[in-house]
């Protein structure tokens, strides 16, 4: 295990200023994606008068709320592309930002609890291999040895027959994670604007001329949606109608302990995620609550399946305590495949539907759409994702690799 | 956890529900008419409103009946339920009908 110690913070972040009257570009949502988006739309294509709006405050939706694992084990060529790219990024990003987000390299198991389970995990960790992803199979004991915690005995409900293991995969410090791209976009000159709210789009025509705030009227060259949760609510005042449901996504943490847990523990069949968080706390998630939500905090029965799952996974877990529960809202597309392109109105942009899986993908979303935003046309890793799929019917049916949640 | 009244059981926990989605939602009436992007908007689009929301739920653990909720997506208020063939109900006042 690394450090317990959190970075220092710099000096300063960023400035807080008042919206202009007009900007190149407008991104809707500061959170992880949309100032990955401004850093790069900064950093790669010399677009620098950007503002990023946030109705809240800067990371303060699910950015906040989310478990940081990182991963690129996905089962689909696309997939594999998007979310290794993103693993790269991040592999690099500490340094280039000059800001240690305590992004730790400790692992990924995917437990197999089923025969198919076996034989999905056997696929995927070939299918990622052919793909250049780190991905091995291991037999119940070689799990056990990656993580001694775990209970692999065949008494169990669910034994574990088995897990997926990606060695690259790791946790980062999400909110350290934000506040290091939101630094390096604000030095380059991007307004960064909290307390701002989109409430209505000007258009002239099929075109986006800017956005209606609680802080008055922005004008725009291009505007981006990065507003998770909520962008199908934004996308209609747009116009734009997008195929994604809106669900309420619940965590939880655990009172601090000593390093126990060495990697992160993922069971799709019993419906639990595990790591264990620099500062000691255990880190815990499950899929999404059925119904549709944007409450911020969801059912307890689901708490209750995933705590009894992690404790006959970890029975060391069992006198654990609960320190904290919370909810984000996560956008949920029939494919379990992000939406990140153009849209039917002109110089509008839209990334979304990310489901449960967003963090993970934050540099490389950012990277993608600011290149579709900055030149209207997707970015090869992004141009599979267009809203376009859901009609043409190329879909990119990633509920397994997804994994628990949704 | 959601309380939700089954039209023939009466209120029981969330749990004994399976959900189903948006309701009211009519099979395309001449769907060999059908182009692409309209198939598309029948098999993947669904409203997504924050707010009241007419929606299906299955009594799994009880009667096995499906039938429709109107919750408000945002307030988690279960403002009532109806059978299938009963029209949606116009939205009730503040507070609900449950």
């Known amino acids: 295990m690394t450090s317990t110690a ?17 900007y190149d570009v407008v991104i809707v949502g500061a959170g992880g994606h949309g100032l990955a988006t401004a850093y790069y739309l900064a950093k790669n294509h010399g677009i620098t008068n950007v503002a990023v709006l946030e109705k809240g405050w800067l990371a303060g939706g699910n950015m906040a709320r989310n478990t940081t694992i990182i991963r690129s084990n996905y089962l689909w060529d696309e997939s594999a592309a998007i979310y290794e790219y993103a693993l790269k990024l991040w592999e690099r ?26 034989r999905e995990g056997m696929r995927r960790a070939n299918a990622n291999r052919l793909n250049g992803v780190d991905a091995e199979w291991l037999e119940p004991e070689e799990v056990a040895k990656v993580c001694p915690i775990l209970n692999v005995s065949s008494r169990t409900r669910y034994p574990v027959l088995g897990a997926t293991f990606q060695p690259r995969a790791g946790i980062a410090k999400h909110d350290h994670v934000a506040w290091a791209l939101a630094r390096r976009a604000d030095e380059m000159g991007v307004d960064l604007i909290q307390g701002c709210e989109v409430t209505g789009f000007l258009k002239d025509g099929d075109r986006v001329v800017g956005v209606e705030t609680n802080r008055g009227r922005i004008l725009a060259g ?8 909520h962008s199908s609510v934004l996308a209609e005042r747009a116009g734009v109608r997008l195929p994604v449901q809106s669900h309420p996504l619940q965590a939880l943490v655990s009172e601090l302990h000593e390093p126990v847990h060495p990697t992160v523990v993922m069971s799709n069949h019993v419906h639990v995620y595990v790591s264990q968080a620099h500062k000691g706390e255990l880190v815990m ?17 689901v708490i209750e399946q995933q705590m009894a799952a992690a404790v006959e996974l970890f029975p060391v877990f069992a006198r654990a305590h609960v320190l ?43 990277w993608t759409f600011a290149h579709t935003i900055a030149t209207g046309e997707p970015h090869p890793l992004n141009a599979p994702f267009a809203l376009e799929r859901f009609a043409t019917g190329a879909l990119i049916d990633e509920h397994g690799a997804a994994a628990v949640a949704h | 956890m959601l309380l939700i009244s089954c039209p023939w059981c009466g209120p029981r926990n969330e749990t004994e529900y399976h959900y189903g989605g948006q309701a009211h939602v009519p099979y395309p009436g001449t769907p060999a008419d059908l182009t692409d992007e ?18 299906r739920w299955m009594h799994s653990i009880g009667c096995r009946r499906w039938f429709n909720v109107l919750r408000d997506t945002a307030t988690h208020e279960v403002l009532t339920s109806y059978r299938l063939d009963e029209p949606r109900p116009e939205l009730p006042q503040a507070g609900g009908q449950r």
């Open chain 1, 285 to 301: 998630g499950a899929g999404v609550d059925s119904y549709n939500g944007y409450g911020q905090r969801g059912s307890f029965h």
């Open chain 1, 93 to 118: 990003l500490p340094e280039e930002l000059d800001y240690d987000f305590l992004f730790s390299q400790r692992g990924v198991l995917n437990l197999a609890h089923t025969l198919q389970d076996v």
């Open chain 1, 324 to 366: 904290r529960t919370w909810g984000g809202i996560v956008d949920v597309s029939p494919d379990a495949s992000p939406i990140i392109g153009t849209t039917p109105v002109e110089n509008l942009y839209v990334n979304c539907g990310w489901g449960t899986g967003g963090f993970k993908a934050t540099p490389a979303a950012g």
């Open chain 1, 6 to 22: 959190l970075p220092e913070h710099p000096d300063w972040l960023w400035r807080n200023p008042d919206p202009r009257s007009s």
């Open chain 1, 222 to 229: 291009s505007v981006g949606l990065a507003a998770a949760g």
């Open chain 2, 38 to 55: 309209q198939w598309a908007e029948y098999v993947f689009y669904r409203d997504n409103p924050k707010g009241p929301f007419a929606e």
